[in-house]
């Protein structure tokens, strides 16, 4: 069964500095997708960005990385630069085998990041 | 903006009763997922819609049930609602055989 862990509860960073969201994932497939999404306070889930397993690559958009390393099974999310408007919980998910009518999400618990001014 | 709306966004209901949530789906996107998220926890998957059929789902009792219509809006039915339903419900649509789902603002239902 897949498992997305997300150690970090809670995070404080101060404005403008960078942060990493730590994530780990088991899974016995050769073929997934990883995703990290935002959720600030009025609930909706934001897109951030997407790694597939496949993709030789770290996955970047704007201000976020993400830092694969396949072996250690780890999707860390980096932010530079951050913002006070960064400031929401974090969850990294793990699509099982990309591809036909298989898209279910598996969340991890999340992490909660505040910036600080 | 992901385009994907959601109705109503708060809705309480007593122990016992019937839901109906509903989806509309972002223009283009043909599949739609629907989530329960427990107060602190992560998106539990619940089932997926593809062409109007049932294509995958989660871990729930079959008092949770739903539909997509011709047009790829959804609905997600609770029937005999238990105070564990208590949650903030979302859907998400995505195109079959892409990669990203994206999602609504969800409904937070309360059962009293």
């Known amino acids: 069964a897949q498992k997305i862990t997300q150690t970090q509860p809670g995070m404080f960073v101060q404005e403008k500095e960078a942060v990493t969201l730590d994530c780990t994932y088991d899974t016995s497939d050769q073929s997934y997708g990883l995703f990290w999404y935002k959720q600030p306070s009025s609930g909706e889930m934001i897109f951030l960005i997407y790694?597939?397993?496949?993709?030789?690559q770290n996955a970047t958009e704007g201000r976020y990385s993400l830092n694969f390393q396949k072996a250690r099974k780890s999707a860390n999310l980096v932010i530079s630069a951050s913002q006070l408007g960064d400031s929401a919980m974090y969850f990294c998910a793990m699509r099982e085998t990309p591809g036909f009518g298989n898209e279910k999400l598996t969340f991890g618990t999340g992490t909660r990041l505040t910036i600080i001014p | 903006e992901t385009g994907v709306t959601q109705s109503p966004t708060h809705l309480i209901k007593t122990r016992g009763q019937q839901v109906t949530l509903r989806c509309s789906s972002q223009?283009?996107?043909?599949?739609v997922s629907w989530y329960q998220q427990a107060l602190g926890q992560g998106p539990q998957f619940i089932f997926q819609?593809?062409?109007?059929?049932?294509?995958g789902r989660g871990n729930f009792p079959p008092r949770f049930s739903g539909l997509q219509f011709p047009n790829y809006s959804s609905e997600l039915n609770v029937n005999a609602l238990e105070l564990d339903d208590s949650a903030l419900y979302l859907c998400?649509?995505?195109?079959?055989?892409?990669?990203?789902?994206?999602f609504g603002p969800g409904t937070r239902l309360t059962v009293l």
């Open positions: 223009s283009g996107h043909n599949t």
């Open positions: 998400a649509s995505s195109l079959v055989n892409t990669d990203t789902q994206y």
């Open positions: 790694q597939g397993s496949y993709d030789e």
């Open positions: 819609y593809y062409r109007e059929e049932e294509n």
